[in-house]
């Protein structure tokens, strides 16, 4: 069993979840039950897929949670695009956005094929 509150990934899927809160409590009052719950429910997906898969006995198990979380973070880019599009997220918040999903998909990337590899999961990924 691995301490998922030690992975980098994690820390920084975590902190890209507190930003998307943040930022999506400004959108229209009429995306509360759309866009807005759609971006929340992606961004928690990947922190709690890269959580449940620590938690897994098998690399395999492990390496498809975090697979999952990849399709997360894929999904969010999108929502983030759409709300720069609809005017919804100015330019330069959606670049820092768009910046930290594309920087947490690398490292998601990088862990899930370490863990395929060889199972050398380092607390430091």
């Known amino acids: 069993m691995r301490d998922f509150r030690k992975l980098d990934v994690w820390d920084r899927a975590h902190q ?21 719950t759609q971006m929340r429910r992606c961004a928690i997906s990947i922190p ?7 938690g897994r006995e098998s690399r395999p198990d492990y390496a498809r949670f975090l697979g999952v979380a990849i399709g997360s973070a894929h999904e969010l880019d999108y929502q983030l695009q759409l709300s720069k599009d609809l005017g919804y997220l100015g330019l330069i918040r959606h670049g820092e956005l768009a910046n930290d999903v594309v920087a947490v998909r690398s490292m998601l990337a990088s862990l899930r094929k370490r863990v395929l590899a060889n199972g050398g999961i380092s607390v430091d990924s």
Do not use: H, K, Q, Y
């Open 16 to 36: 890209l979840t507190l930003d998307v809160f943040r930022v999506t409590d400004s959108f229209p009052s009429n995306e509360r039950f759309g866009l807005t």
């Open 48 to 54: 709690s897929n890269i959580a449940e898969g620590a």
